[in-house]
């Protein structure tokens, strides 16, 4: 299975979070692009933050990077992706992997999806310098290029 689309309402380069908002307000950007781009509701939102209230940091996956995602249901529309670059790097409290440049935001409607999306997600990262050219990234051509998906 190929990555979802991801249209340029899903991608926001270069975010600015306070340190208030800490990683809630970035799975708060990571979920609005979720929504702009029509796959989510904004309850999809609460449930990502609740996701790492309730489990941890779990979706910091690598250094710099996290996946953010909630389980599928009512609040997911269709299969989406998007994707936030951080201006300033924010710690999710991974021992081992933060702070965080890049989150990814996921979300697929069919239980089933979600885990060859994972596997084509963990292919592109195979090449180490995957998250280092997303975080530089200046365009959404140049994030689907690396992602290699189609808008």
Known sequence: MALPPLPDTAVVLG????????????LRVVGDALVASGVTTPAYTDAMIAMV?????????SPGLALAHARPGTTVLGDG?????????????????DPVHVVLGLAV?????????????????NDPTATSRLAAATSADEI????EVSS
Do not use: C, M, Q
């Open 109 to 125: 409607a069919e239980v089933g999806t979600h885990l060859e999306s994972i596997g084509a997600l963990a292919n592109v990262f």
């Open 144 to 147: 689907r290029a690396i992602l």
């Open 15 to 26: 975010a600015s979070v306070s340190a208030a908002d800490d990683w809630r307000g970035v």
């Open 53 to 61: 209230e309730e489990h941890g940091p779990y979706i910091v996956i």
């Open 81 to 97: 992706l998007a994707v936030v670059t951080l201006a300033t790097p924010v710690s999710f409290g991974s021992p081992h992997n």
